[in-house]
């Protein structure tokens, strides 16, 4: 599995920074990217059913990425919002987790096969207070201590200002391997609140933010997007 296109987006429920939901600008979007695997936060409605924002057939017909069915999740698209879009791997399991802390928040766990090889991705997005982030991070890497060893992706927006802390700490130990650029806000970034991890052998390259025009409207948090190679 070489020079697979990862990205990681939250794309704010669809509302730009011109306060306009626009699902259709969220889509075009990705399809700039053009990713084989993209972790997508906050792709549902915040209440209520939690109904699902995108279409997802269209998604599928016009850039062939084909969303991670998440169990038991009714209209909605994802888990706690967290969808993971595919264009390529074959899905083998999917865990949908609840993760502790003051607000609801998730992780879809999906075990994947592809070219001959394994590969676990975790889509997931932490709470807003360090006291959450830290029992969050602590929650997956114990959970990841019950599965089978295999290279583990970690996408999503993970809410850390800062590149230390404890909650970064914790997945530090299981991701020696992380990218974090400049995101949040959209049209000023600076803070890398979303960040792309990995676990060996896998190895990430050519890490940056998914800085376009149309991006800088689409959401308050700008794309960000690396290579993930496996030795």
């Keep these: 599995m070489n020079g697979l296109a990862v990205a990681s987006w939250n794309i704010h429920k669809g509302v730009g920074t011109d306060r306009k939901r626009d699902l259709n600008r969220t889509a075009a979007v990705i399809g700039e990217i053009a990713p084989d695997i993209m972790a997508l936060q906050e792709a549902d409605s915040r209440y209520g059913t939690r109904t699902g924002l995108l279409d997802l057939a269209a998604l599928a017909r016009d850039h062939g990425l084909v969303a991670v069915a998440a169990p038991g999740v009714g209209p ?54 360090p006291g959450s982030r830290t029992v969050q991070a602590r929650h997956l890497v114990q959970v990841l201590a019950t599965l089978d060893r295999r290279p583990t992706l970690l996408m999503g927006d993970l809410n850390a200002w800062r590149l230390a802390g404890t909650a970064m700490t914790h997945l530090a130990q299981q991701f020696p391997s992380a990218l974090a650029h400049r995101s949040f806000p959209a049209r000023f970034p600076v803070a890398a609140l979303d960040r792309i991890m990995v676990s060996p052998p896998g190895r990430l390259s050519g890490g940056s933010v998914h800085d376009t025009p149309l991006a800088r409207r689409a959401s308050d948090h700008l794309p960000i997007k690396a290579r993930l190679t496996l030795d």
């Design 76 to 129: 909605a698209h994802g888990w706690h919002g967290n969808v993971l879009l595919l264009r390529g791997p074959k899905v083998e399991a999917v865990r949908a987790i609840d993760l502790p802390g003051l607000e609801p928040r998730g992780a879809l766990i999906v075990d994947l096969q592809h070219a001959g090889q394994s590969l676990r991705v975790i889509a997931t997005h932490l709470g807003l207070w």
